[in-house]
C-alpha cells in the first residue's frame, strides 16, 4: 500500500504535522485493565520511530490508526524525546543513549495509564528497535509482552548511512565522525556511533560503546537484569528486509554477524549459546521469530502491519501460541 511506503522514511526530511496533535487515536475510551478474565481490552501499544523521524509524523498516526482497527481500543503511544517534533527528529541523530533509554524509562512509569496496565505491547521502526530492548533490559516497567522490530541493528552497523543532500541535521551528525567513532566525545553525543559495530574492531567497540556492546552483554560481566528482562518476552518477532540496503549489514535485523564475508546466524553466536540475553531461552519456548518481508529499508505494508498486530498484540490473555512450537532440540 502506497501510503506506507515512505513511511519512517529515514535520512529524508519528514514534514512536520502540528505537534499539538496528540497521537493517540483511540476511538474508544481505554478501560482501565483489570484481572476480569473475560477482559478483552487490547494492552497498550508503545512504539519507537527510527533515525531522521519524530512522534508526531503523519506515519506513525497511519500505523496506530492501523493497530486501533485490528485490536479495538489500543491505546498507542509514541515515544518521544521531547514533546517538540523537531527536537525529537533531532535527539535521533544527537544525544547519549544512557540519557536517552532512562527518560524514556521515566516517563513510562508515570504514565497514567501505560503504568497501571499489566503489560504492554511494543514495536520498534530501525534503531528504534535496540533501543526499545534497551528499555526492557534495564527498566521494563512497565513491563513488554511482545516486541516486534522492523529493520533493526541488533547486532550494530558496520557503515554509517548516507544523508540526504538537504538533510542538514544529518550532516552535522556525520561531520561530528570527524572525530574517531571510539572518542567519548563522539559516544556521548551521536546516535548511530553508539550502536556502530565492526567485527574488525572489536576490541575498541568493547572498549568504548556507550550502548550496544552493554546492551547485548558482550563485555565479560554480564548484566543477569538484562537476561531475565528479555526473558520475560511471550514474543520477540525480528524482521529483515530482503532489499535492505540503508542498514549494513542487513542481517543485523535478526541479530547475526557479518565479518567481511561470512555471515554468523545468531543460533551459531556465544551470544546465544552462552545465552547472554536469554535469547535462547526465549527460543525455547517458541517466542523468538525471524522474519522477513520484501523491499527495502522500512517498505511496509499495511496488509503486513494488520498480519502482525493481529498475530502478536491485543488484549492480555489472548493466548499467542507460543507453546507447542518450543524448539527442545536447542
Ligand atoms: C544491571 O542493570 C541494572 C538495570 O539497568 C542495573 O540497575 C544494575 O546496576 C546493573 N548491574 C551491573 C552489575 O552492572
Ligand atoms: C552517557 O551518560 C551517562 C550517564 O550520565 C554517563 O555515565 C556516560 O559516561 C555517558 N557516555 C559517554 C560516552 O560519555
Ligand atoms: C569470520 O568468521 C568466521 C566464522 O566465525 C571465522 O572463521 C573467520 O576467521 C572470521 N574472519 C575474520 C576476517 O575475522
Redesign the pocket.
Given at each position: 500500500m502506497a501510503r506506507l511506503t515512505t513511511l519512517i522514511s529515514i535520512l529524508v526530511t519528514v514534514p512536520l504535522i502540528s505537534s499539538s496533535i496528540i497521537p493517540i487515536l483511540s476511538k474508544h475510551q481505554q478501560r482501565p485493565l483489570s484481572d476480569d478474565d473475560d477482559n478483552d481490552t487490547p494492552l497498550p501499544l508503545i512504539i519507537w520511530h527510527g533515525l531522521g523521524d519524530n512522534y508526531a509524523a503523519e506515519g506513525l498516526a497511519e500505523v496506530a490508526e492501523i493497530a486501533e482497527e485490528v485490536n479495538p481500543g489500543t491505546l498507542t503511544y509514541m515515544i518521544r524525546m521531547d514533546d517538540d517534533a523537531s527536537q525529537d527528529r533531532s535527539a535521533t541523530f544527537f544525544g547519549?543513549l544512557?540519557?536517552q533509554i532512562e527518560k524514556v524509562c521515566a516517563d513510562l512509569a508515570v504514565h497514567p495509564i501505560l503504568s497501571t496496565a499489566p503489560a504492554v505491547d511494543a514495536l520498534g521502526f530501525s534503531q528504534g528497535g535496540q533501543f526499545l530492548r534497551g528499555y526492557i533490559e534495564r527498566c521494563n516497567f512497565p513491563p513488554v509482552r511482545s516486541l516486534v522490530t522492523f529493520g533493526s541493528q541488533h547486532n550494530g552497523i558496520s557503515e554509517f548511512q548516507r544523508c540526504g543532500t538537504t538533510d542538514f541535521l544529518c550532516k552535522g551528525a556525520q561531520g561530528l565522525l570527524r572525530g574517531s567513532t571510539w572518542s567519548?566525545f563522539v559516544?556521548?553525543r551521536l546516535v548511530p556511533a553508539q550502536y556502530f559495530r565492526d567485527p574488525m574492531q572489536y576490541e575498541q567497540y568493547l572498549e568504548h560503546s556507550?550502548f550496544l556492546a552493554d546492551i547485548n552483554n558482550e563485555r565479560e560481566v554480564k548484566n543477569q537484569t538484562y537476561k531475565e528482562n528479555l526473558e520475560k518476552l511471550e514474543r520477540f518477532v525480528m524482521y529483515v528486509f530482503e532489499e535492505d540496503e540503508t542498514v549494513i549489514p542487513k542481517e543485523t535485523s535478526w541479530f547475526s554477524e557479518v565479518n567481511g564475508t561470512e555471515v554468523t546466524l545468531l543460533r551459531d553466536r556465544s551470544l546465544y549459546k552462552e545465552d547472554w540475553l536469554g535469547l535462547k531461552t526465549l527460543d525455547k519456548k517458541g517466542a523468538l521469530k525471524f522474519e522477513t518481508t520484501k523491499g527495502g529499508h522500512m517498505s511496509l505494508s499495511e496488509s503486513l502491519l494488520k498480519k502482525v498486530f493481529s498475530d502478536n498484540y491485543g488484549p492480555y490473555r489472548k493466548n499467542l501460541g507460543a507453546s507447542g512450537e518450543g524448539r527442545e532440540d536447542l
Open positions: 547519549n544512557t540519557l567519548s559516544q556521548s556507550n
